[in-house]
């Protein structure tokens, strides 16, 4: 295991931030760390990254106990943190060259270069870091975390308050250092673990409340909350999908088309079934997907473990 954390809790006064939570994260997966503001994501990537000590329990990074050998386990760390400072007045290769100096880096020079590579950092390595736009910012920060080599990467949030394009540059970037590391990144956006994460560890009030493949929490059913849109040839004058036990709610789109949602896979089946029994006529049925944005949506719900 590349990150293993066991009942790991930080304490706030009386608050738990991070609440006793469990996780590992095998050598070469990206997984996606996913949470509403204030759930948890960020104080527990701090006390991965050594920055803050935890309250309560055990973190090992690539088998070295990251508590009782905090320095020697963030060589094996690369960490962007979500307010990542820079110095503006240094250009990027001499920023870099820096970075590499004080990790200890001996051959400085190909560090920088490889770091610059890493993140296609090329066009912009003679600029000042204050004339580069965010996202290539963004990146001298990425750079900075890499370029001791480390085996694991922990950024958080590492695209916020990029442009699109941007953002699908640092999402392509991110994605090819995964060939090569062990990535945890954290965000709030569903889209963003979906187009790069195999895994997704769902944190809501500093607990674990999902922990899994995207495919496999999309087909557990009891995170399923599946929503299919009905049309009807004719006007529907009293609505009858509470009939159907797995119904859970229904909105009128207009007095022909509804959306009803319930937690059943056989939903469309049952809405046939009802509908012929009461003589009313579908002419069109859809399902919506399981995302993973009702997935989310279902499990920062109800707190507690799954
Ligand atoms: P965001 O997505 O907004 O960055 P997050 O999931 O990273 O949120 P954290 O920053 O880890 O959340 O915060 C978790 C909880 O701990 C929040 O309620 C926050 O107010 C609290 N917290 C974080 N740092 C401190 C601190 N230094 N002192 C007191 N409370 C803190």
């Known amino acids: 295991m590349s990150i293993t954390v066991s009942s790991l809790g930080k304490k706030y006064g009386q608050q738990w931030a991070v609440d006793h939570i469990d996780f590992s994260i095998k050598s070469g997966e990206i997984v996606g760390f996913l949470g509403p503001n204030g759930a948890g994501k960020s104080t527990t990537m701090k006390m991965i990254t050594g920055y803050i000590p935890p309250t309560v329990g055990s973190i090992e990074v690539c088998g070295i106990d990251a508590v009782e050998n905090s320095i020697e386990a963030r060589r094996k760390i690369g960490y962007l943190p979500e307010h990542n400072p820079l110095y503006l007045d240094m250009f990027v290769l001499e920023y870099l060259d820096y970075t590499a100096g004080l990790s200890g880096v001996k051959d400085r020079k190909s560090a920088a270069n490889k770091a610059i590579e890493l993140t296609q950092l090329g066009p912009e390595r003679t600029k000042k870091i ?51 590391k062990t990535v945890l990144l954290s965000t709030h956006i569903m889209q963003e673990v979906e187009a790069m994460c195999s895994r997704v560890i769902i944190i809501n009030k500093g607990t674990i409340v999902a922990n899994g493949g995207i495919e496999q929490l999309r087909n557990n059913q009891a995170l399923t909350q599946i929503t299919v849109r009905v049309e009807f040839s004719s006007a529907i004058q009293q609505p009858w999908f509470n009939e159907i036990a797995e119904v859970q709610s229904f909105i009128g789109i207009n007095p022909t088309t509804f959306e009803i949602v319930g ?22 049925l859809q399902q919506e997907e399981n995302s993973l944005e009702n997935i989310f949506k279902t499990v920062t719900g109800h707190v507690g473990r799954i």
């Open 130 to 180: 204050g004339q580069l736009s965010k996202g290539y910012r963004q990146r001298v920060g990425l750079a900075q975390a890499l370029i001791h080599n480390p085996d694991v990467l922990i950024l958080d949030e590492p695209t916020s308050g990029l442009d699109p394009i941007q953002v699908m540059e640092m999402r392509e970037v991110i994605k090819n250092l995964g060939h090569q």
């Open 263 to 284: 937690n059943t896979s056989d939903l469309r089946e049952k809405i046939s079934r009802k509908a012929a029994e009461k003589g009313d006529v579908i002419i069109a």
